[in-house]
């Protein structure tokens, strides 16, 4: 017959062929010190992480909004070029490029709304030895920051349509 094992004892803490020594337990008291020294741990990545993130947002939304107020000076730039170009050199005046300017500088500020404040184009260049137009518009963008002023200026060129008859 086989020799039984008496049943070992089991405690509250239990398996005792299982059990660490007591140096390698944890102790409660070092348990609950390291619950106690993360708690708000978040809420300091989050005071912290919070106010960066926000001006990430806020810088980005100022960089789009001078952008846009660029390409809206840029697109009037080149209106007042494409309208100029097909003026022939011996009709331009300084009434036609004045003209030419008013429409454009209303076109900016129709096209950008508040985005280009204070639009201004200056007086278009008609270089007829060189063949060359160019168109200056200049405003202000929005700003998110008071105070601050974000000035763009954007000038667009092209040559000076020349038409000639056909040789027969």
């Known amino acids: 017959m086989s020799q039984r094992r008496p049943p070992q004892r089991r405690t509250a803490q239990g ?6 020594p007591a140096q390698q337990r944890p102790s409660r008291q070092g348990f609950w010190l390291r619950k106690r020294s993360e708690r708000g741990a978040t809420s300091l990545e989050l005071a912290i992480l919070a106010p960066s ?21 840029l697109n009037a730039a080149q209106e007042g070029v494409s309208r100029l170009r097909l003026v022939q050199p011996p009709l331009y005046t300084t009434a ?5 300017r008013a429409d454009i500088e209303a076109y900016a500020q129709q096209l950008g709304g508040n985005s280009l404040g204070n639009a201004k184009v200056a007086m278009p260049a008609y270089n007829n030895p060189e063949g060359m137009v160019s168109f200056t518009v200049t405003g202000d963008t929005v700003s998110l920051v008071p105070g601050l002023k974000l000035t763009v200026s954007r ?3 092209g ?4 038409f000639e008859a056909d040789d027969k």
């Open 96 to 100: 036609i490029g004045e003209g030419v």
């Open 155 to 157: 000038t667009a060129t």
């Open 15 to 20: 398996n005792p062929s299982r059990r660490r």
């Open 53 to 73: 993130i926000l001006a990430l947002i806020f810088i980005s939304i100022q960089t789009a909004l001078w952008l846009y107020g660029r390409s809206v000076a």
């Open 159 to 162: 040559p000076i349509e020349e």
